[in-house]
């Protein structure tokens, strides 16, 4: 976790941090170092490329704040040449020679842009040329006329991880918030580490942070504004109680903790750090932050009303607002929720993404464990294929002592390749899982925090780079590359006149090896079953297709079903109630592997269904999910069901929603070929029972057999009754069977049927039992 605890300009932890408009964190000293001018160029640029630097450059001259609004907004510009002896605190006047021009291209309104580095320090960031002093001033009024420079012009920051500028406004860098949360989040971090050796509460004085001398002189006030410590010299000097700073508020330094809070760590208390090696020293850290470890939190409050602390939290633009920010400021028309709502909703979010961070770290110490096994069985087999080679090569010795050493080169190669290939992914993924669990530790200590606005100052950020961090994880990274085994073989049948062209056989071809089915992909659908399934991890065995086989249902010979590359199945037009067994192989150019294990599946006793809007005559109107069925004709239409049968027994019904003109509608069964234009049963394709309001008939090719009284009205309901087992069709009508059993000797292959026209409307009802107390059948007629 220390790697997101530190800062990335000078690579200390963090030090009063502050967030960028990017959502990244620096140190508020680190901040100044690497704050720049708009060049004086610039201000003779175009109105429009202006107004692409952001509000602070679109209002021209008027951006210039006057010195007092800098002090109030940016005292730390004195504390920078505090915490960097070396002179890269400055700003940039009077060295615009030095100045990064930024690019004017940047994204209008949004205070980003791009910029072209010009000096750069060892860590790669950039930062000022030091401000030379005017002849016969002191090296501390030159840090002040710096910070003077950098408010009196427009300035910008760019962030030395994303490289996006943000131009500053006329708070200068106390206009970005403060990242509290992760100040506390370092002090518990260095709490728990320990103080460094040779910390002593001597270290902890609180000294001067704008002295010459040497030693700095012991600090006589703290400006509250300010945050900065002053010795009485350069109080008069720096901040003299006049003009505008006449209206800060100094007060005595704190006293210095004592020996048992400077070992405890906090952030504050450990002073000294050469500049040259980047440490952040934070204004007043000397003083004030020192006994940081036992005083209450100081919670962030809102920048634009000071003292106001937050209440709600911005929807619009995603941050913590006070309550005069909703009646005063641009957030009053925005929707906002209370703040401890948005706390815990994206705690929530963060956790969840954190979830699928830790399964894949998980995963990938798994890995690694697998990996440097690879690793040992790549040494072992290695070693087993010289000492191969070494036996074949010396029973052909005189044919063979000038190729034997070509081949034992090879065989090295490809041992070092592949151990190369293994340890650079052992590397990589060590790598990553070293950030996802920095990332991880640091977003758990987020987690803990009970600081709602801080937390939702970096939540959004936070989740999404847990969710970029998870993305890292994709499919194949935690796969190795290469496989311990080596495909290489020796051929020592050839006659000795080929002995010369004697070589390796590279990537000999094997059959496939097992496919695994993968039972959580296989499932069953009414008479339709699917089927999924891959190759073995660590398999280089080239698979050209695969066959699935499937039996009959009751115990039969397999046959095969599907032959092709595909890895996902879907076989319809099964038995209904019946139990399927299913195995799979592979097939490459060099033969047949061996089958998979076999899946038992079971498909649905009872079918479900609606009618079939593809197979439906155009005339025909399905609703309520294709179960209702209708006609935009005077003639009859014929629709088919989804399902088809041939097994079992299968009963469904159709309730008769509307019925006018006393029409005649058909139900039945029919072949998948029926003639869809024309009453259902006037072809040999259709069996069917057609019925008006005071009787029925039974027909099949045109021929009209049994009629029986006894029709259908609105709400009556049709039953249809397909007993394959005994090869049967039966008819009822209000749970009564009308007239006798309709068909005999049915056999083949069915699909629900009926055909009506514009004058009656059904609706179907499936997945109905095979009723067994139905009424005894009316007697038939002439």
């Known amino acids: 976790m220390e790697e997101e605890l530190k800062c990335p300009v000078c690579g200390s932890l963090f030090r009063e941090p502050i967030i960028l408009p990017c959502s990244h964190n620096v140190c508020l000293p680190c901040a100044r170092t690497i704050a720049v001018q708009t060049p004086d160029g610039e201000q003779h640029l175009p109105p ?100 003077s420079s950098l408010s009196s012009s427009s300035s910008s920051i760019t962030c030395p991880q994303c490289h996006r500028s943000a131009s500053l406004d006329h708070r200068g860098l106390r206009g970005f918030q403060r990242n509290r949360l992760l100040e506390a989040i370092v002090q518990r971090y260095q709490q728990g580490r320990g103080a460094a050796p040779g910390t002593s509460a001597a270290t902890a004085v609180a000294i001067c942070q704008l002295c010459d001398r040497t030693p700095p002189e012991p600090a006589a006030t703290l400006c509250e504004q300010c945050d900065v410590l002053y010795c009485a010299a350069c109080q008069l000097k720096c901040h003299p109680s006049r003009g505008p700073f006449a209206k800060h508020r100094l007060v005595q330094p704190p006293p210095p903790p004592a020996p048992s ?149 090879k065989v090295t190669k490809e041992r070092e390749h592949k151990l190369k290939m293994v340890w650079d992914q052992i590397n990589h993924c060590t790598l990553k899982l070293r950030q996802s669990t920095g990332l991880m530790e640091y977003c758990l200590e987020v987690i803990k925090e009970n600081d709602p606005a801080g937390f ?39 006659l000795l006149q080929a002995i010369h062209q004697l070589d390796f056989i590279q990537m000999k071809c094997r059959v496939p090896p097992v496919p695994l089915l993968q039972l959580e992909k296989c499932c069953t659908r009414n008479n339709s079953v699917t089927l999924a399934w891959r190759t073995p991890p660590f398999t280089h065995s080239p698979v050209d297709g695969y066959i699935l086989e499937l039996d009959d249902g009751d115990g039969g010979q397999f046959r095969e079903v599907y032959v092709g590359k595909e890895t996902l199945c879907t076989i319809d037009g099964l038995h209904f109630n019946s139990t399927y067994n299913a195995r799979v192989k592979a097939f490459n150019s060099s033969g047949v592997g061996p089958y998979s294990k076999t899946v038992v599946l079971q498909t649905s006793d009872v079918a479900w269904f609606t009618f079939d809007p593809n197979s439906g005559h155009r005339d025909i109107i399905l609703s309520n999910d294709n179960q209702t069925a209708t006609c935009s004709s005077y003639d009859d239409r014929v629709v088919l069901g989804t399902a088809a049968f041939s097994k079992g027994a299968h009963y469904w019904e159709l309730h008769v929603d509307r019925y006018d003109n006393h029409p005649d509608p058909a139900f039945g069964v029919a072949r998948a070929s029926v003639v869809k234009d024309m009453m259902l049963g006037k072809d040999d394709k259709a069996w069917a029972m057609y019925v008006d309001n005071n009787r029925s008939w039974f027909m099949h090719c045109n021929s009209h057999t049994n009629r029986t009284e006894g029709g259908v009205c609105k709400g009556a309901t049709v039953g249809v009754l397909l007993d394959l087992n005994k090869h049967t069709l039966t008819f009822f009508i209000n749970g009564q069977q009308q007239g006798p059993t309709a068909f005999s000797h049915v056999d083949g292959v069915f699909m629900p049927a009926l055909s009506l026209n514009r004058n009656v409307q059904v609706t179907l009802h499936t997945g109905l039992e095979v009723p067994t107390n139905l009424g005894r059948p009316k007697l038939s007629g002439n």
Not at 53 to 58: D, E, F, K, M, P
Not at 96 to 118: I, R, V
Not at 462 to 484: C, D, H, N, T, Y
Request: charged fraction near 20%; include cysteine.
């Open 456 to 494: 939702l100052q970096i939540s959004d950020a936070l989740i999404k780079r847990v969710q970029v961090s998870q993305e890292q994880w994709v499919k194949g990274a935690l796969e190795p590359k290469v496989s311990a085994e080596f495909e290489l073989t020796l051929d020592s049948e050839p």
């Open 48 to 147: 429009p490329l202006l107004h692409s630097r952001g509000s602070a450059l679109s209002s021209g001259a008027a951006a210039a704040p006057p010195l007092d609004q800098e002090a109030a907004a940016g005292p730390a510009c004195s504390g920078a040449g505090g915490s960097a002896a070396g002179g890269l605190g400055g700003g940039a006047g009077g060295g615009s020679d030095h100045a990064d021009k930024l690019s004017l291209y940047s994204e209008t309104d949004s205070g980003y842009g791009s910029y072209t580095p010009s000096l750069k320090s060892p860590n790669g960031v950039r930062v000022l040329p030091m401000v030379p002093a005017p002849p016969g001033s002191s090296a501390a009024a030159a840090r002040g006329a710096a910070c």
């Open 261 to 409: 809070e400077v070992a405890s760590g906090s952030p504050g208390a450990v002073q000294g750090a050469p500049s040259g090696s980047g440490g952040c020293k934070s204004p007043g850290a000397t003083g004030a932050g020192a006994a940081g470890g036992n005083t209450a939190r100081k919670y962030p409050t809102c920048p634009e009303h000071e003292m106001e602390n937050y209440s709600m939290y911005c929807l619009s633009c995603r941050t913590p607002v006070c309550y005069l920010c909703l009646e005063e400021g641009r957030h009053g028309k925005h929707e906002v929720k209370p703040l401890g709502a948005m706390w815990k909703q994206h705690k929530a979010q963060l956790s969840q993404a954190l979830n699928g961070v830790s399964d894949k770290a998980k995963e990938a110490k798994e890995f690694l464990v697998q990996l440097k096994n690879i690793l040992q069985q790549i040494q072992e087999n290695g070693l087993d294929y010289e000492a191969c080679l070494v036996a074949q090569c010396d029973a052909l010795v005189d044919a063979l002592t000038r190729q034997k050493a070509k081949l034992l080169t």
